[in-house]
């Protein structure tokens, strides 16, 4: 006689294949949960398993403290309130950093560009209910892999600048007009590394080789339409004084796009309690950047092309917050805030090498890759720094943006398919082994 099935509240909520998920994991990172203090006793929670799949379902599927207790009282893993589960996530803080850290060294190095590790790095607010406990993610993604290479989270106090990432001989820095600035310029140049920024009409202040101060709106006026020009410019070293030098690219925008610029900017003022000033609106008509690296390695006319793909590391930021919920913080305090945040990161590097490890499959091959007679992660979007369409250098496919139906934030992870078509079931098993039911807890009665 067949025995009867178990209520909804006893039935598992994860299925099988979380060993499939934590094989994404550093090796060690069940002896790190003992050694960081977050796992010190087989009371409640009985290995750090349990505890970092609690902790997946409270920062990566976003549940509240109370759901996720829930959840795991009705998997049977752990029975204990929401102050004991949240004590337990509390002291997790070293040991999620510690796990983030190693994933991301053990990535193995992107495919040169021009010669160099182009990186493109940015950060992005995230704030608490009432705009309580924000905080600042400093986020840098390789070219043209996109994927993530290193984060930080750190309080609103510190801006945004390239001192928050290691830097190497051979690295190639990239970030907006935030990060024209001397000093994480000059500590890029120190290291070995080279910068391609964004220039701001006040960010940075730049000398011709006879060390007078250029007047570059001045210079961008006499620009012709759709042709790009270069001239020597460098800065002084603010720690050392010494000249950091590199070159100054311009181009004049067309009419279309630099009204759209300007119109941006009187928002962007707007929203302050002012108006910007002419010479302000003025810029905005012009794409001004520079760069340390040599013309010789990186020509006048590549310098635009490679820019133009830091478009992606904006579309990594709206995937995590639209597709995983980033910009969604259940916290109130900075320390709770910081936790959530770091367990989120982590989920979200978890999934995306789920995708990795899966690579891609034809839906008309009824198999992976091979199948299909492609070599693994070749995927149909694969663009390296080739332009699709739209002009957007390096550009993949945007499965979860406006229009296109949205993508699961459980089975897709923080890059949705990642331009390669459709999702590999390993990849969908993978990333669903935290809860049988999405986001939404399992009925409970």
């Known amino acids: 006689m067949k025995p009867p099935s178990q209520p909804p509240s006893q039935q598992a909520v994860v299925p099988p294949d979380w060993d499939r998920l934590v094989r994404c994991l550093p090796p060690s990172w069940r002896g790190e949960a003992k050694r960081l203090g977050a796992f010190r006793r087989r009371r409640k929670i009985r290995s750090p398993d349990d505890l970092l799949r609690m902790i997946l379902i409270y920062g990566g599927v976003g549940l509240s403290l109370q759901r996720t207790a829930e959840t795991s009282e009705a998997s049977r ?5 929401k102050v004991a589960l949240w004590y337990r996530v509390r002291a997790a803080g070293p040991w999620l950093e510690a796990m983030i850290g190693a994933l991301l060294r053990q990535r193995v190095a992107p495919a040169a560009l021009a010669g160099y590790q182009v990186r493109i790095v940015d950060g992005s607010q995230v704030s608490g209910p009432a705009r309580r406990a924000p905080l600042r993610l400093h ?13 930080r989270v750190t309080s609103t106090q510190q801006a945004e600048s390239f001192s928050h990432f290691p830097v190497a001989a051979g690295d190639l820095l990239m970030g907006d007009r935030f990060y024209a600035k001397a000093a994480g310029l000059a500590a890029v140049c120190r290291a070995g590394g080279e910068v391609l920024v964004r220039l701001g009409r006040t960010s940075l202040t730049l000398y011709d080789e006879e060390g007078v101060r250029i007047d570059w709106l001045a ?6 339409n759709g042709r790009p020009r270069e001239r020597f410019a460098q ?6 004084g010494t000249w950091v030098v590199g070159r100054l690219c311009a181009l004049r925008l067309p009419q279309a796009q630099a009204a759209q610029a300007r119109q941006r900017c009187l928002k962007a003022g707007e929203r302050r309690g002012g108006r910007p000033r002419e010479k302000t609106l003025a810029a905005a008509g012009y794409l001004c950047l520079f760069t340390t690296a040599p013309a010789q390695r990186l020509p006048l006319g590549m310098v635009g092309e490679l820019y133009r793909a830091r478009w992606q590391i904006e579309i990594s930021f709206k995937r995590l917050k639209s597709l995983l919920h980033a910009d969604q913080l259940r916290a109130t305090s900075e ?5 959530w945040l770091l367990a989120k990161m982590l989920y979200a590097l978890l999934l995306e090498g789920c995708l990795e490890a899966a690579g891609a499959f034809s839906p008309c091959a009824g198999g992976g890759a091979e199948a299909a007679g492609e070599p693994a992660g070749s995927g149909h979007g694969e663009s390296g720094l080739g332009s699709d369409p739209s002009g957007a250098v390096g550009s993949r496919r945007d499965p979860g943006g406006p229009g296109s139906g949205g993508a699961d934030p459980v089975a897709a992870g923080p890059l949705g398919a990642r331009g390669r078509g459709v999702l590999s079931p390993a990849a969908a098993a993978a990333s669903d082994s935290l809860c049988r039911h999405g986001s939404r807890p399992p009925p409970l009665t």
């Open 235 to 240: 800065f002084r070293d603010p720690s050392s």
């Open 77 to 81: 893993r752990a029975s204990l309130s």
């Open 139 to 151: 986020y840098a993604i390789s070219l043209p892999a996109l994927t993530c290479t290193e984060l």
């Open 335 to 339: 320390a709770s805030a910081r936790i």
């Open 219 to 224: 210079w961008c006026r006499r620009l012709r």
